[in-house]
């Protein structure tokens, strides 16, 4: 190797560690960042010498009341809530979306591309727009205050089979030869789909769970409004947030750190295991698992 | 272990296209019919509409005398290799073979048993833990081979199943589907734009063009008798070479004239005209590159020609020439005989002469492109 291209190569590689670090300084800036309201809600919700807002952040004194406190509420109900509905629905909701994609990826039938073309101008209009009708609605059917978690369940559920855009997509990459020599081979549609499409869709099938579980655990408009007003009728947003108001505040600030942290358990647990296949779901389309 | 009747059978896709036209055949049992064509005649839709993974638009198909038209491939009970193998992923080779039977809940030691005896048959046995990414093509074709085999399906459906394999594979593959036709005696329709596959494999060939059957015969027969200039041009390698000429008769005899050379016919093919009350007519002549003699010196019956390009293939040569009115005409000639001033001659623009008796002549009709004397 000459002198010269030698001394380029010094270069270009000076140059690769220069931007990379600059790269990994960014992104460490960037996830301090974004992980501060984390660890200060944890480090809040052990504070024990003051149930209110302070100026500060580390605790002066640390203990678990606020945990212990938190189970003398009705807090457990709305955990469970919110639990139920989350879990119902995501089970739901994922059994939908995936026979949904399938259908649509793999029947052809008459009014497919309009049904298509109609459920993706649907899901432009704000689910809000619904809610006062759906409120009707729930009401009629006895299904809201106490009875808000069937009430949100079926809201939830309802419109699931519109989100098929992602696993019908991925879908689309599997070839249809090999449903085709699965049928040959004796397979029914529903055998197809079970052993050969969604094994071969692990990512998707993953990524559609977490969201169909995230929405639910997450929400608070709907919650909110099905609740209306009801203590054992509300999610954990719902309970959570109404301590935030003036008159309990001081009393429920570390309550609601604390609740924060048991609410966000579950999801960073089922994200920490499940994060490699979330990543290829969410790009899935390019990369073929 | 069946056969397979179709009658009138009919595909028009969603975009209108008719892939197929009233499509008549009947297979028998333990036959092992090849379709041939070219791209896009409608081959592969036929054999789907065999498997059932396309809709039959019109007509009838039956299996062992039982009209299946609107049964599932499910419950058809045929085996199908892919072109493209279709082997699933995430399964192991073993498992890839042995899915049809699980889902018919085989026990599992018959599974076992018919797995790995399929497996050694094919020469797949170290393979079988592996999954299919990790095997090579032709170990590929061979797991979708062994797929369809453990079934024991009464029809035996391949299409293309040699295409995406190299020239040595493939004919190593296509001497192992002859044996392995031999062992498993059932039904085969197998699908191939390749003459050489069809001729090599085939009981009988169906010739089609754009859905159209051409001709069903014998490999022998559709290479003696085709019964028009498509079926002519398209079996055989290297292609028929065809010339015009004028067909004169004169009482109850024939005789082909072209470049000034006049051919008498023979008795048969004399008779066979006569009773078509064929008379003189322009014809299309079509002669088989190793049915003509070259000579070196001019006959009376010889056709002048200059050289123009020269092939060696070891035991033989290809001559390209061309005659007086420009027609190209491809002839094969046996090294074996040639002295070494006739070597010699053999080289572009050198004048030679062809001929060829009456009975390797093809005669069609320019219009209709039917054959004369033939079908
Ligand atoms: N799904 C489809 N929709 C519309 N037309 C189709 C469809 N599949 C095939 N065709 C058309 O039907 C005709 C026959 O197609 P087919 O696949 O049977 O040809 P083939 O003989 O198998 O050709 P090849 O040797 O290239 O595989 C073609 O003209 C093709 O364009
Ligand atoms: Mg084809």
Same mark, same amino acid.
């Given at each position: ?90 089970? $739901? ?10 259908? $649509? ?10 049904? /298509? ?6 899901? /432009? ?37 519109? %989100? ?11 070839? /249809? ?40 655990? %997450? ?71 | ?17 008719? =892939?197929?036209?009233?499509?008549? #055949? ?20 036929? @054999?789907?509409?065999?498997? !059932? ?32 193998y ?7 080779v073993?498992?890839?073979? =042995?899915?049809? #039977? ?15 005896? *399929? *497996?050694?048959?094919l020469g797949i046995?170290e393979y079988?833990?592996r999954?299919p990414?990790a095997l090579s093509g032709g170990q590929r074709q061979r797991v979708a081979? !062994? ?21 040595? @594979? ?27 596959? =069809? ?32 079926? =002519? ?60 003699? +070259? @000579? ?34 491809? +002839? ?5 005989? #040639? ?37």
């Amino acid at each position: 190797m000459s002198e010269a291209t030698a001394k380029r190569h010094m270069g270009l590689r000076a140059s690769r560690a220069v931007s990379n670090t600059f790269i990994h300084v960014l992104l460490i800036v960037i996830s301090i960042i974004w992980l501060i309201p984390f660890v200060c809600i944890v480090l809040q919700s052990f504070r024990v010498e003051n149930t209110g807002p302070v100026g500060y952040i580390i605790p002066h004194q640390w203990g678990t009341d606020n945990y212990t406190r938190l189970f003398q509420t009705d807090f457990p109900r709305w955990y469970t809530n919110t639990f139920i509905a989350a879990l119902v629905t995501a089970v $739901l909701q994922t059994v939908i979306v995936l026979c949904m994609s399938y259908t $649509l990826s793999r029947f052809r039938f008459k009014m497919r591309q309009p049904l /298509m073309r109609f459920m993706l101008i649907l899901g /432009m209009f704000p689910g809000m727009l619904t809610m006062i009708i759906l409120y009707r609605v729930l009401k009629d059917l006895g299904l809201t205050q106490a009875n808000a978690v069937p009430g949100l369940i079926l809201v939830y559920v309802a419109s699931s089979g519109m %989100g098929y855009y992602v696993s019908k997509g991925f879908f689309d990459t599997i070839p /249809m030869s090999l449903d085709e020599a699965a049928r040959v081979d004796g397979a029914t549609r529903a055998k197809i789909l079970y052993k050969i499409i969604l094994p071969l869709s692990k990512p998707i099938v993953i990524y559609t769970v977490l969201t169909a579980f995230m929405g639910p655990w %997450g929400d608070y408009v709907f919650a909110r409004y099905i609740a209306f007003g009801t203590s054992a009728g509300k999610n954990v947003a719902v309970g959570l947030y109404d301590w935030l108001n003036k008159d309990q505040i001081s009393n429920s600030y570390t309550m609601f750190c604390a609740g924060g942290v048991l609410v966000a358990l579950p999801v960073t647990i089922l994200f920490l295991f499940l994060q490699k296949y979330y990543v290829e779901g969410v790009t899935g389309g390019a990369v073929k698992g | 272990m069946a056969s397979v009747k179709l009658t009138d059978v009919k595909k028009v896709y969603d975009n209108k296209v008719t =892939a197929v036209h009233d499509f008549n #055949l009947e297979i028998q049992d333990k036959e092992f019919i090849v379709f041939v064509g070219p791209s896009g005649c409608g081959k592969s839709t036929t @054999l789907r509409m065999i498997a !059932g993974l396309e809709d039959i638009s019109g007509g009838t198909l039956e299996i062992d005398g039982q009209v299946v038209n609107d049964l599932q491939p499910k419950d058809r009970d045929i085996a199908m290799v892919f072109q493209n193998y279709a082997l699933y992923p995430h399964m192991t080779v073993y498992d890839n073979i =042995a899915f049809s #039977l699980r889902l018919k809940k085989v026990p599992e030691d018959e599974v076992y048993e018919r797995v790995t005896n *399929a *497996a050694q048959i094919l020469g797949i046995t170290e393979y079988l833990t592996r999954k299919p990414r990790a095997l090579s093509g032709g170990q590929r074709q061979r797991v979708a081979i !062994g797929r369809a085999m453990v079934r024991n399906a009464k029809v035996f459906l391949m299409d293309e199943p040699l295409s995406n394999l190299d020239a040595k @594979l493939r004919n190593q593959m296509r001497a192992e589907i002859i044996q392995l036709r031999q062992k498993l005696e059932t039904t085969f329709i197998y699908v191939t734009h390749d003459q050489t596959e =069809a001729m090599t494999l085939g009981d009988r060939i169906v010739i089609m063009r754009d859905g159209i059957i051409e001709q069903v015969g014998t490999p022998q027969e559709v290479f003696d008798t085709p019964v028009n200039l498509f079926v =002519a041009g398209f079996i055989g390698s290297p292609q028929m070479n065809f010339l015009k000429a004028s067909l004169i008769r004169t009482g109850d005899s024939f005789s082909v004239s072209l470049l000034g050379v006049n051919l008498a016919l023979n008795p048969d093919q004399n008779e066979v005209l006569t009773r078509k009350g064929i008379g003189s007519q322009e014809v299309i002549l079509g002669i088989r590159p190793e049915h003509t003699a +070259v @000579l070196f010196e001019p006959d009376q019956n010889a056709i002048e020609c200059t050289i123009d390009v020269y092939e060696m293939m070891g035991s033989e040569l290809h001559l390209h020439l061309t005659d007086q009115n420009s027609d190209r005409i491809i +002839v094969r000639l046996p090294t074996i005989d #040639l002295t070494r001033e006739q070597r010699q001659h053999l080289s572009f623009g050198n004048r030679l002469f062809i001929s060829f008796p009456a009975k390797v002549m093809h005669l069609f009709d320019p219009e209709t492109e039917k054959s004369l004397i033939d079908g």
